[in-house]
Structure formats: C-alpha cells, structure tokens
C-alpha cells in the first residue's frame, strides 16, 4: 500500500486527519471551523465535505492498488442531509466494487454521530506514468 498525504498538500491545506485507510477503506476527519470553512450562510461550505468525502474515497481505493497504478474521479454524486457546522466532520470510505478499470465507492459523512452527507462515486483506474514516483496518492 502506497503512503496516502505526505504529497498531497490540498488535503494538509484544507486541515484534512487521516485516521485510518486499509483494505478498501478510508477514515478521514476534518475540524470545521466558522473562520475557515463556512460560507456567508453561516454553514460549512458544500466543497468541504465534498473535497473530504473524494479525498478518502481516493484513499479508500489506493489502499488497495498496487504502485504501479493510479486513480481518478470519474464522477461523484453527492447529497447533503443536514446542515454541517462547527465540529469534527468524519468520513467513512470503502469499495463497493472494483473492476479492472472502474471502481465504486461510497462514502458517509457524520458531525456529532448524525449522518449528515452521503456520496457514491466511479473513478478511473489507470497505470501511472513512467516515471512517477510511487508515493502519489
């Protein structure tokens, strides 16, 4: 399994924990704050928890890809239940399917134990470049 984060200064940027990634899945978290996260609505804006729940299905995947290939979102249909605010904003990831070019993940988003997004994606699988360093996400 190929390190997840320590290339990928989006996810340290957004302030995005990896909890836990293995076997086709993925636990991230992120603590939402008013300053930084929310829009002029006064709730965590929706690309928030849309970059978290991408982020670790990503991971969820490349948990289970071997160096040589990579991944890439297809596409991702989201849902927000609830309004999201301040807090810990966990996301649960894991394979549905996986074929040799296509996978489908979902994955859960809960703020103070309530489910308050949901998603379910396709992404590409794909040999990396030559040349590429193995430590990608």
């Keep these: 399994m190929r390190p997840f984060g320590q290339d990928f200064e989006f996810a340290r940027a957004l302030g995005f924990e990896m909890i836990e990634r293995g076997d086709g ?7 939402v ?14 690309g928030v928890a849309y970059s978290l729940a991408d982020t670790a299905m990503g991971g ?3 948990s289970v890809l071997p160096d040589d290939q990579w991944c890439a979102t297809l596409e991702i249909k989201f849902n ?5 605010g301040e807090g810990r904003l966990t996301c649960e990831a894991a394979i549905v399917h996986r074929g040799k070019r296509i996978a489908n993940i979902e994955a859960k988003l809960y703020q103070n134990d309530r489910l308050v997004s949901s ?9 990396a470049p030559s040349g590429a360093s193995s430590s990608k996400p």
């Design 25 to 31: 899945r993925c636990l991230m978290a992120i603590d």
């Design 33 to 46: 704050n008013a300053r930084q996260h929310f829009s002029p609505q006064g709730a965590a804006h929706g």
């Design 60 to 62: 969820a995947l490349t």
């Design 80 to 84: 927000y239940h609830v309004r999201i």
């Design 119 to 127: 998603a379910n994606g396709n992404f590409a699988i794909f040999p």
